[in-house]
């Protein structure tokens, strides 16, 4: 019932930044939060930063506070991932998660942008 469609992957050096955005569609009354999660070549998928929807409280991974930052735009029903001095280990497949009250179908993915930084 929810749809999650992300953009602004792409390649950049070390220090660079990017702004990942997902669009949501579908049963958003059902949304509680909206997160990133990201998976790098060899690792396990972790979580990286979440908001709520209607309070807007935000969770970071520690290894990110104080570069990323997290937003949404309800009127847009999008969320973003303002991604800023990115360093090599950022590298990864980011994922737009959304957790919803839907006790079926409790939570649902994106289909994932690739994030490269290297020189």
């Known amino acids: 019932q929810v749809q999650l469609v992300e953009s602004g992957g792409g390649l950049v050096q070390p220090g660079g930044s990017l702004r990942l955005s997902c669009a949501a569609s579908?049963?958003?009354?059902?949304?509680?939060?909206l997160g990133w999660f990201r998976q790098a070549p060899g690792k396990e998928r972790e979580f990286v930063a979440s908001i709520s929807w209607s309070g807007g409280n935000t969770d970071y991974v520690g290894s990110v506070k104080g570069r990323f930052v997290i937003s949404r735009d309800t009127a847009k029903n999008t969320v973003y991932l303002q991604m800023n001095s990115l360093k090599p280990e950022d590298t990864a497949v980011y994922y737009c998660n959304a957790r919803t009250i839907n006790t079926v179908i409790p939570s649902y993915w994106g289909q994932g942008t690739q994030v490269t930084v290297s020189s």
């Open positions: 579908g049963s958003i009354a059902r949304v509680s939060a």
